[in-house]
């Protein structure tokens, strides 16, 4: 089983993250954007954010097992994160 302390910090992690970019967007983006298009990009952070944390638990629970997993897609999905960042962060 893996380490639940590192499952933990990955939650933790997860909302800060969620905060911080919510928190954003509702003092910078959200007066500009109808309730829908706000609805929208909360539905589309929640769900990118999601599935990096899902791939990142696979990781995590792929590293426990005493197997060597490559994931293509997490790989993928890691890359186009990286891509989308602004720069220095």
Known sequence: MPDESLRKLL???RRRLLATILGHA???LYPDLTEHQQGEFRAKVLE???AYHDVMND???AADS???VI???A???LRQIRERMPEGV
Do not use: K, P, S, W
Request: glycine share 10%.
């Open 48 to 50: 990118a954010t999601q």
């Open 26 to 28: 509702e003092r910078e």
């Open 11 to 13: 939650g933790l992690q």
């Open 59 to 61: 990781i995590l629970g």
């Open 66 to 68: 005493d197997q060597q």
């Open 71 to 73: 994931n293509v897609e």
């Open 75 to 77: 790989i993928e999905l």
